[in-house]
């Protein structure tokens, strides 16, 4: 019943917040209404739930909240919107993972303008190294191995370099360097002295 700021590992997780707060439905009062759909076709399809609440059942019928979730198809983005909130609710709009210890939020226990709608939408994160210079390298070698990224890396995370087999493979890989960063770099690394002989 109480919303919180997001992200936050207490329950419930795993969320999406079109407006969190302790909103009210009686149908027995016109507009109150919860609806939900997919539209379109596939593979662009969105599937959407609306609902018409009031904040407040001790004021009786209204003033309401409309809003509105949608998650579009292939892209995952998640949308919501905010159609109308007649008596100034305050509430939590965002969303959260599922230990809820990664979470985004568009207000937190605020109110907002009326016909505002936000978008989130998934970024993956990748890793691409560049050409490694001074090939060929001998057991012992020092190697710099630079590479760029695309996404969000968060503090703590580590960048590790890895040497295949001679053939190329990389079912059993030697780790050869790391780097504890959140930006594009160079790893340090170095050939391992009884690396064997290959061009894999």
Known sequence: FTNTCLPNSATPNNLIAGFWEDMYFDYGCAPTVWRYGTFGTAPNRRFVVSWVAFDDQALGCGPYVYTQIKLFETSNNIEVHLNTNSQGAVGTIGIEN???TVGYQ???????TNGTAWRWTPVTNTITTSAIAGSPFCPGAAVSVP????GTYTAGNVFTAQLSNASGS??????????ASTVAGTIAATIPGATAAGTG
């Open 106 to 112: 568009a207000i937190c226990n605020a109110a907002t």
């Open 147 to 150: 590479y760029t990224i695309t």
């Open 170 to 179: 990389f079912a059993a890989p030697t780790n050869i360097g790391t780097l």
């Open 98 to 100: 599922s230990t809820g």
